[in-house]
């Protein structure tokens, strides 16, 4: 059987090489929990794979109420529980969808040293040239953020700090990326 011209074969034969082949991709890799004061915030990152790299950030009541619901569940500071691990896996799913839509907006190109808002626009930054770049960010108010990232931090670096501390993320996970850097197809070995 032959279906939108891939034929059962090859699914099956993409499924061996690559048991998430039909997974659902997002064009983000990687999303944040922040709980930051209102003010300035710097976004750091190294070189890496990439000249550009798409980033959201939005503060957490500007999204879906169950998605709002959940992960302030997981930013309450008490002790991490089996609970809250569901919560925070039942809050990122709801966010996933929302946000895929927020990255076919179009972005605001941001060059090194420019400050961005925490206002759920999708910002491209330019990472050109060789060398640590910074951005700076804005949060309009305390409260919970969430960073989503093209690509992961680690791959370049990257850091979030106030002027006095690098800052961690309450939560964060790892996302099916729709590219990636090897430029392989998905039906291939």
């Known amino acids: 059987m032959v279906y939108m011209g891939v034929s059962g074969l090859e699914v099956e034969k993409a499924l061996s090489v690559k048991p998430t082949s039909l997974e659902l991709k997002y064009p983000f890799e990687w999303a944040g929990l922040f709980e930051f004061r209102k003010g300035d915030y710097y976004i750091t990152l190294e070189d890496g794979p990439d000249a550009t790299m798409s980033m959201l950030v939005v503060r957490l009541d500007q999204l879906s109420q169950r998605a709002i619901a959940a992960l302030k569940d997981i930013a309450a500071p008490r002790t991490r529980t089996a609970k809250t691990r569901s919560s925070s896996q039942q809050a990122v ?97």
């Open 93 to 189: 799913a709801a966010l996933k969808d929302i946000v895929a839509r927020k990255f076919l907006e179009r972005e605001q190109k941001v060059q090194p040293g420019k400050c961005m808002e925490a206002s759920g626009h999708v910002y491209q930054l330019q990472l050109q040239g060789e060398g640590r770049k910074t951005f700076k960010l804005s949060a309009p108010s305390n409260g919970a953020y969430v960073l989503f990232t093209q690509h992961l931090p680690e791959e370049f670096a990257l850091s979030v700090s106030s002027t006095k501390l690098v800052q961690e993320p309450i939560y964060a996970e790892e996302f099916v990326a729709e590219r990636s850097h090897d430029n392989a197809s998905t039906f291939s070995e």
